[in-house]
């Protein structure tokens, strides 16, 4: 069975980082798509990077150039690295894996989920 446990979520200030990891069993990461993606209070989820399974990366409008996707082949590891927070990125934040062609934040239609982690950003 498949299972994604993230973990390093946190409460921050404005401007501050956090490293978001997510440890994968019975999937290898470097054989699907990865991807980071999360939900804010009232809102729907979205998408905000991907990794691919050549080490391509993708991010969303709102968190390029703030945000790293990255992995961990041997650990079988997911990261995101988030920099110069914003209150806007508070939320849930899931890590995903999706067995499909396409590997973009903007896709949906992943096969396996992870349980969140808060991220909570204050002004």
């Known amino acids: 069975q498949v299972q994604l446990v993230e973990s390093g979520g946190a409460s921050v200030q404005s401007g501050g980082s956090l490293r978001l990891s997510c440890a994968a069993s019975?999937?290898?990461?470097?054989?699907?798509?990865m991807g980071w993606l999360r939900q804010a209070p009232g809102e729907e989820r979205e998408g905000v990077a991907t990794?691919?399974?050549?080490?391509?990366?993708s991010y969303s409008d709102s968190v390029k150039g703030r945000f790293t996707i990255s992995r961990d082949n041997a650990k079988n590891m997911l990261y995101l690295q988030m920099n110069s927070l914003k209150p806007e990125d508070t939320g849930i934040y899931y890590c995903?894996?999706?067995?499909?062609?396409?590997?973009?934040?903007?896709?949906?239609?992943?096969?396996?989920w992870g349980q969140g982690t808060q991220v909570t950003v204050s002004s």
């Open positions: 995903a894996a999706a067995r499909r062609f396409g590997c973009s934040p903007s896709d949906r239609g992943y096969n396996y």
């Open positions: 019975t999937l290898t990461v470097n054989t699907v798509c």
């Open positions: 990794i691919d399974t050549r080490g391509s990366t």
